[in-house]
């Protein structure tokens, strides 16, 4: 399992970056965290979505996410993994204990992915919106022995989102819903993608926000990249993975947020979860 094992972990560390509804911010608002997200898994799921054993593989990234409103209908939207450490454990005889392949690891930083959110609609029954993100190939592409060590996957994409989110109540408790879909353009002969899912959250007594969320991506199977292996940055990986986020709100500016994201299935990609937790600042 080379390649496809990294990039399960970035994707769903991109997904984790969106904790709230994509309801756009507003002329100076903005919402802002440092965070970090790990990944360790000894296992992963095939080309056939069935799951075989690796050598234990890990991706920690530590990274800088932030929304700004630049007026009431306009968001600049930033992800930056300043700092991404992949690593592969050395694998040792069980009978003999002699190290037959050492560990080694990759340092740098990872892909960063710039954007903006255009408000269409809001109003007291819902918000639409039209994201668009440019994926920048600033991380590593070939990294370890066998360059599958790697912090991004070289490529230049463009992905389209589009937003629609929901206000309700259950029980006097608000809350929102949120569906989205979108397309993503990869390049380098990579496979472009398909991505959808949908989150709900409320916050409690204006100090604890609490979301579940779902995501899908699936490959379009047309670009002719060959010879990728099965590392996070694999051509064709898919996933559907399931996640849960608590934040509290220190102030009613300032908290500490912790996610999990646990993967249901996919190909070609880790078959582990991934745990985050930050501190972030939201100005609203």
């Given at each position: 399992?080379?390649?496809?094992?990294?990039?399960?972990?970035?994707?769903?560390?991109?997904?984790?970056?969106?904790?709230?509804?994509?309801?756009?911010?507003?002329?100076?608002?903005?919402?802002?965290?440092?965070?970090?997200?790990?990944?360790?898994?000894?296992?992963?799921?095939?080309?056939?979505?069935?799951?075989?054993?690796?050598?234990?593989?890990?991706?920690?990234?530590?990274?800088?996410?932030?929304?700004?409103?630049?007026?009431?209908?306009?968001?600049?939207?930033?992800?930056?993994?300043?700092?991404?450490?992949?690593?592969?454990?050395?694998?040792?005889?069980?009978?003999?204990?002699?190290?037959?392949?050492?560990?080694?690891?990759?340092?740098?930083?990872?892909?960063?992915?710039?954007?903006?959110?255009?408000?269409?609609?809001?109003?007291?029954?819902?918000?639409?919106?039209?994201?668009?993100?440019?994926?920048?190939?600033?991380?590593?592409?070939?990294?370890?022995?066998?360059?599958?060590?790697?912090?991004?996957?070289?490529?230049?994409?463009?992905?389209?989102?589009?937003?629609?989110?929901?206000?309700?109540k259950i029980k006097n408790?608000?809350?929102?819903?949120?569906?989205?879909?979108?397309?993503?353009?990869?390049?380098?002969?990579?496979?472009?993608?398909?991505?959808?899912?949908?989150?709900?959250?409320?916050?409690?007594?204006?100090?604890?926000f609490v979301a579940l969320?779902?995501?899908?991506?699936?490959?379009?199977?047309?670009?002719?990249?060959?010879?990728?292996?099965?590392?996070?940055?694999?051509?064709?990986?898919?996933?559907?993975?399931?996640?849960?986020?608590?934040?509290?709100?220190?102030?009613?500016?300032?908290?500490?947020?912790?996610?999990?994201?646990?993967?249901?299935?996919?190909?070609?990609?880790?078959?582990?979860?991934?745990?985050?937790?930050?501190?972030?600042?939201?100005?609203?």
């Amino acid at each position: 399992m080379k390649n496809s094992l990294l990039k399960f972990s970035l994707l769903v560390l991109l997904f984790s970056q969106f904790a709230f509804a994509q309801w756009n911010k507003g002329k100076g608002n903005g919402y802002y965290k440092v965070s970090a997200s790990y990944l360790v898994a000894d296992e992963h799921f095939t080309s056939t979505r069935k799951k075989d054993p690796n050598a234990t593989r890990g991706n920690f990234v530590a990274s800088v996410y932030a929304e700004h409103g630049i007026g009431n209908k306009l968001d600049l939207i930033a992800y930056l993994p300043l700092f991404t450490r992949v690593y592969q454990n050395e694998q040792v005889s069980k009978t003999s204990g002699a190290i037959l392949v050492p560990g080694e690891a990759v340092n740098s930083i990872g892909d960063i992915e710039l954007g903006a959110r255009l408000g269409v609609i809001k109003n007291d029954y819902l918000a639409l919106s039209t994201t668009v993100k440019l994926g920048l190939p600033t991380g590593k592409k070939e990294g370890g022995a066998d360059g599958s060590l790697q912090t991004g996957d070289g490529e230049f994409n463009q992905l389209l989102l589009i937003d629609l989110g929901f206000p309700f109540k259950i029980k006097n408790q608000n809350s929102y819903g949120k569906i989205y879909s979108g397309f993503n353009n990869r390049t380098n002969g990579f496979s472009d993608e398909l991505h959808y899912g949908a989150e709900i959250g409320t916050k409690f007594n204006n100090a604890f926000f609490v979301a579940l969320k779902f995501s899908n991506v699936s490959s379009l199977n047309n670009g002719n990249l060959t010879g990728t292996g099965q590392g996070v940055f694999a051509n064709n990986v898919e996933f559907t993975n399931l996640g849960g986020e608590l934040a509290y709100y220190v102030t009613p500016k300032l908290g500490v947020m912790v996610n999990y994201t646990h993967v249901l299935t996919g190909k070609i990609t880790f078959a582990a979860p991934t745990y985050t937790a930050g501190l972030f600042m939201d100005i609203q």
